[in-house]
């Protein structure tokens, strides 16, 4: 983490594994994954911005001899590339308006299904507003569109368009008492 003049920037790197057996009705089979990935994250005042990337590979084989000889090693691999710039300006103290847009990119590869290779774009826009009416209450209202290119890949761009509204209330009568209303 660091942090001047341009603002305070933080980068998450990581690694790890995990190794399970799952029971499946061809008996035991050994599963496992890795992870690696890497987040940077940026904000100054109002303005934040953030890109990741994350990479899954795993592998999966019969634990029985004769099913190995049957039953292939099967592998797979996904990359999942994200960035997103978002904007957060608290008016005086009643209300917090939030805009952002964000962009992710998935790759899929595996030998364990009939489309072996598979990529998504998905792009989003997004706004929302939270007002504070009265003490210990918060109204948001908010409207999401998305845009993916994995959905239905044959239609026209209006017709891979999605819209989510968001409407809640939130009341906190006490410190770790909320109601939720969505």
Known sequence: ITTNKFGKLKLDVGLSQNTSEQYTVIGEVPLRMDRTHAR?????????????????????FPADSVLQQIIPELRLKT???????????????????????NIRLTTFRSDAV?????????????????????????INIGVRSDFSTFYLPDASFVDRLTFSPRVSFVYAPLENHTFRLN
């Open 40 to 60: 940077l994250d940026w904000n100054k005042n109002d303005f934040s911005a953030s890109a990741s990337w994350d990479f899954w590979r795993g592998f999966m």
């Open 79 to 101: 990359h999942t590339y994200d960035g997103e710039v978002r904007y957060s300006h608290l008016w005086d103290t009643w209300a917090q308006i939030t805009l952002g847009a």
């Open 114 to 138: 009939d489309t072996p290779s598979t990529t998504e774009t998905r792009v989003g826009l997004f706004v929302q507003n939270e007002f504070y009416p009265v003490d210990r209450m918060t």
